[in-house]
């Protein structure tokens, strides 16, 4: 995707027009754009995003849902300055069918969501921040953020409301090791731009991810092979250029530069993604304020045997 076409969906999605006129559909224009949502129900806030564009007229939707990949909604519809369309969300209960109603409201998206077991959500929504932000020159000099020997400046969480993280992240001699599925584990610190270096060990049909900003996705797994899914995705958005071999069970490496929506991702001193602009945030995500910093979170809840180490970060250096 071309940093181009991502400027033009945000220049389109702040042009909100008025509603027709009772009776007569609206053109899906009004709504065009990226936009990041929060979700709020009586028991759970959560994050999600849209891609709203058209075709003759007739809108198109893709979702970035509360996890799995970005999908296309189904059943899209205008009238009256209403979008609706349908979707099958992975929530507490399984996949359920969720009915969207969303329109524009001083420049914002508002709405709710209707769900099959009587769930109703409200939907809030922002067009998606540019950051578009130039090149450092110069980074500071790699800092570790996992000491090898504890857990210090890490924090397990887990993403369900009213559940208590069971961490099974622990060190052992130097590495960072998941022993069975369980919380998940964040930095405490958080990062604008910055580079990442990372090494991980996963172990046949291994799934886990580490999270740049908390927000997108960088894919650790060797449990299917689809390329937007595949071990080095930007889960659901951005696939591999170059298809290396697998090697569960050994170690390899990833060094990540993401800069703004920019990133690179070096796997085994191999470029598999080179300077691709991140449309939205992947299905897991902390949060959808894009514009924030965020930390650095790794999955722990698919798998266990995943290991981690050597894992330092720099930051932009004036």
């Not at 033009?8 to 702040?14: C, K, V």
């Not at 893709?62 to 519809?77: L, T």
Request: glycine fraction near 12%.
């Amino acid at each position: 995707m071309k940093s181009s076409y991502f400027m033009a969906l945000l220049t389109a999605a702040a042009i909100l027009v008025p509603a027709s006129p009772a009776g007569q559909s609206a053109n899906p224009s009004s709504l065009t754009g990226l936009w990041d949502l929060t979700i709020t129900t009586p028991g759970d806030i959560y994050p999600s995003w849209l891609d709203i564009s058209e075709n003759g007229g007739q809108p198109h939707v893709r979702i970035g849902g509360r996890v799995a990949s970005v999908h296309p909604a189904d059943q899209a519809s205008m009238e009256n300055g209403t979008l609706t369309f349908m979707s099958h969300e992975f929530l507490q209960h399984g996949v359920e069918p969720v009915i969207w109603e969303i329109h524009s409201k001083d420049g914002r998206l508002v709405g709710t969501q209707r769900r099959k077991d009587g769930t109703t959500g409200q939907i809030v929504g922002d067009p998606s921040p540019a950051l578009d932000r130039p090149m450092p020159t110069g980074w500071s000099k790699p800092e570790p953020l996992f000491n090898g020997k504890d857990l210090t400046g890490w924090e397990p969480f887990v993403q369900e409301p009213g559940k208590s993280p069971v961490n099974h992240y622990v060190a052992q001699n130097g590495e960072l090791v998941n022993q069975a599925p369980g919380a998940n584990i964040k930095t405490s610190r958080k990062f604008n731009d910055f580079k990442l270096h990372i090494e991980y060990n996963c172990p046949n049909k291994g799934n886990s991810g580490i999270y740049l900003r908390g927000r997108y996705e960088l894919q650790v797994e060797y449990e299917g092979e689809k390329p937007l899914n595949s071990l080095g995705s930007i889960y659901g958005f951005l696939a591999p250029s170059v298809a290396l071999p697998p090697k569960p069970g050994q170690w390899e490496s990833f060094d990540v530069t993401l800069v703004g929506r920019i990133v690179t991702v070096v796997r085994d001193g191999k470029t598999i993604i080179d300077r691709e602009v991140i449309p939205g945030i992947t299905g897991g995500a902390l949060d959808s304020h894009e514009a924030e910093p965020g930390p650095i979170y790794i999955q722990g809840d698919h798998t266990g045997g995943m290991k981690y180490r050597n894992i330092t970060i720099s930051v932009p250096q004036a």
